[in-house]
């Protein structure tokens, strides 16, 4: 079998895919395991003959950092944290995001600055490549002392504490541990603070999230120009020497990929009689070209944010150093899924005002998309549905970042909520997806409607794929069914 082996090397959000996608198995490298046993040992030695407190190591943890703990209570310290900081609530986190997060913290500890113990890490490594996936829940975290709460309830398990699902079933994790023979895990010093400082729940989110709005993003390429030749579109706003005089990278390559899905068609090419058209297709380089370039962007941060140490205090075994600093603030992960949310928000707007124009009974198209309307409401209602998401992502794309509220009696008093930008930033990227998947419905009706006359070869083919789980409409039928099937469609035709 083959095995990720975590390492120093640099974690590509490319390469991160391939894993998700192909559910490869995680082992340490080399380097890994023994950076990881240096910085433990180092730590051990360090505190034989400590004096002065190390935050979260000799002391409490926020507001209590002046109250010093006794050596022989280290341990139960480590240990009493995760317990007492699993606290959340709501909705549970979907299991593709959980395996995330497993596999970004063991990321994280891998370089050699948490102290943790290798057991540790391992432990983590085999719930990851057993698909033994913690109950951990939305609510909880401020996203700055780390994600306290959701990290808690990923590493409850490893105390034999909290649930885990086990091949579609929750179950007592001291339970799943008894029947593999597996000890609970005894925290030495610092190592409580080590799994729950960190930002592996909202990178985690981001991650996910950043990888579909880059599917979207093909797909509202390809569902627009879809929706453009069916609509009798203009092809002269996507000529190079318009986007030349505006070089924004992501509008001169929409205009490209929307030429080069249309090369060919008899439709875009034919005489037209409208002098222009509606901005929601002849602005489709602007507005796909804008979210595109705030996807990259945001790409580098989250590509930043996975190979980084982002617990506290950080050790430096090297330099003798241990620091208590800030990274597990999600101060740059919150302003850039903030910034996502809007961006891919703006993909299902326009794409809405698309299926609205198709509908509309415009340029030799029936009312609805049904050749007998009125008999027939056709695709009148599918609009409504889009109508109705796009309004809730509208709302769900107020930033989260802009609100901070104090907690552990003022010592942690500026907190990103960048937790709360990632669930939401999550809804709104499903949501496009949604809305993406209604106009690709309502798309490839209204091309029917143009025949004989033949979009593209790479349009038609898309056309024909979809119609082996979309049928066209010739009279009403129930529609649902066939709006999860064109949502499945772009799950599984990237």
Known sequence: MEYHHISAEHLSLDHLRHLIEDHTPLALSDDARARIIHCREYLDR???????????????????????IGRDELSQLQKNLVMSHACGTGERVPNEIVRLMLLLKIQSLSYGNSG????????????????????????????????LAPLAHLSLPLLGEGEVEV????????????????????????EG????????FMSAYGVWSLLKAQ????????????????????????????????????????????????????????PKQHVQDPYSFRCIPQVHGASK????????????????VTDNPTIFPDEDVIVSAGNFHGQP????????????????????RRVYRLIAGQRGLPHFLVAKPGLNSGFMIPQYTAASIVSQTKGLCMPASVDSIPSSQGQEDHVSMGSNAATKLYRVVCNVERVLAIELMN????????????????IEQLVAAYRQVVPFIENDEVMYPYIAASIQFLRTNR
């Not at 190079?240 to 899905?261: E, M």
């Not at 370039?293 to 980084?308: F, H, P, Q, R």
């Not at 992960?333 to 809405?352: C, H, K, V, W, Y």
């Open 443 to 458: 798309a490839a009706q209204a091309l029917e409607f143009r025949r004989p006359a033949r979009s593209s070869e790479a």
């Open 193 to 200: 603070l080590a799994l729950l400082n960190g930002t592996q």
């Open 116 to 147: 943790v113990q290798l057991c540790t890490v391992e432990r983590l490594i085999e719930l990851y490549n057993r698909d033994i996936l913690p109950v951990v829940f939305q609510q909880g975290s401020l996203g700055a002392s780390g994600d």
């Open 293 to 308: 370039d705030t996807i990259d962007y945001v790409a580098s941060v989250l590509e930043t944010e996975i190979n980084s």
């Open 215 to 270: 599917d979207l993003s093909r797909w509202a390429d390809r569902i627009g120009a879809l929706s453009l030749d069916a609509y009798d579109g203009r092809i002269e706003p996507f000529a190079d020497n318009v986007h030349l005089i505006r070089s924004h990278r992501g509008q001169l390559t929409t205009a490209r990929a929307i030429r080069s899905l249309l090369a060919g068609s008899e439709l875009i090419h034919r």
């Open 167 to 190: 091949e579609g079933v929750i179950r007592p994790s001291a339970a799943v541990l008894a029947e593999l023979g597996w000890e609970a895990i005894t925290l030495a010093s610092k």
């Open 333 to 352: 992960l919150a302003l850039a899924m903030d910034f996502l949310a809007i961006a891919a928000a703006e993909l299902g707007n326009i794409s809405e």
């Open 46 to 68: 360090k505190m034989e003959n400590q004096a002065e407190p190390i935050y979260g190591i000799t002391t409490g943890f926020g507001s209590l950092c002046n109250i010093s």
